[in-house]
């Protein structure tokens, strides 16, 4: 029987992995491309020399209950998919911008849907406001200045403060459309809640949701409040490789929920010295004065 000549190939290159690995007693991992189990993850916690010397072995410390929910969340999760759909006019095509913003909106929700960044500035409040005041004004019910308490002696002054009023309606509303397109111009939005209005709906981790977007296309790819079981799936890394420019950042929103787990699946990508340089210095070494619960810092890469 005769192998193909592919087959061969992929052969010889786990051959020779194998050998640099035992050749050079080095941290060998084997490469995933799905989601650890569970018993997966514990082995390879255990096995890993960083965890081991900061004693953050599962035999130094079991998984908790949310580690492992996490785990179980991102096996869940892996290959799903949202379609990478595309908010009309906003088409990846026409973004001239530098950064994706992953977890963010431009808008809250209805319901605070929101949990990372909310990028365009409402200018709602303020009008509703202003108009509420120029209605009791007109109607009678206010017949004073109500930010001086100076009265109005006739209908002509009230006449030209209401006038004052709705031009600077006018005037808010122009600076707020100006600030929100410099805005634009700059972020690009995925999400995978379209309540908040994201440019597209899909999930960072699924190849064909971001096969909608072209290769070396952001300058600086941010995660903005994204739970830890997007990260633990390791079709995340080459992606970010994919759609980030040569030199370009990418800056992780990290839980301390998550600082152990992330350990032995960023070990496996081109990200892993940078990464774990940046989380001993940010996390590890300041454990003591971040919060268990809430806790969190921002780990950026360069994508070399």
């Known amino acids: 029987m005769f192998l193909s000549k592919n087959y ?50 599962t035999l130094d410390k079991p998984l908790s209950e949310l580690e492992i929910e996490l785990i179980e969340l991102a096996l ?51 009008k509703k406001e202003i108009s509420e005041l120029i209605d009791k004004l007109n109607s009678g019910e206010w017949d004073f200045d109500p930010y001086t308490g100076r009265k109005f002696h006739s209908d002509n002054e009230k006449y030209i403060y209401t006038s004052k009023l ?10 707020f459309k100006e600030k929100n397109n410099d805005i634009l111009k700059r972020y690009y939005i995925l999400n995978i809640e379209y309540k908040i209005k994201p440019d597209i709906i899909a999930s960072i981790n699924n190849r064909d949701d971001m096969n909608k977007i072209p290769n070396k296309k952001f300058s600086q790819v941010e995660f903005e409040n994204v739970p830890c079981d997007v990260f633990l799936n390791p079709a995340l890394y080459p992606i970010l490789e994919r ?26 990508t081109k990200f892993n010295k940078q ?30």
Not at 46 to 53: R, S
Not at 166 to 175: D, F, R, T, V
């Open 8 to 57: 061969t190939n992929v052969l010889s290159v786990s051959f020779y992995a194998l050998f640099l690995c035992f050749s050079f007693k080095a941290q060998c991992h084997v490469l995933k491309d799905h989601v650890m189990s569970v018993q997966e993850f514990k082995d390879a916690i255990n096995n890993d020399d960083f965890l081991k010397a900061e004693k953050l072995t």
């Open 166 to 175: 709705k031009e600077k309606i006018k005037l808010y509303e122009k600076a």
């Open 275 to 304: 990464f774990i340089r940046a989380l001993k210095e940010k996390m590890y070494n300041n454990s003591g004065e971040m919060d268990s619960d809430y806790g969190s810092c921002e780990i950026t890469v360069k994508n070399m």
């Open 243 to 268: 759609i980030t420019k040569t030199n370009g950042s990418i800056t992780f929103s990290m839980s301390h929920i998550c600082r152990r787990l992330i350990v032995p699946v960023i070990r496996n």
């Open 76 to 126: 869940k999760n892996q290959n799903k998919s949202y379609g990478g759909i595309f908010e009309k006019g906003r088409e990846i095509h026409k973004f001239q911008g530098s950064t994706l913003l992953v977890g963010g909106g431009k808008t809250a929700g209805n319901w605070g849907e929101n949990d990372g960044k909310t990028i365009l500035f409402n200018f709602q409040n303020e």
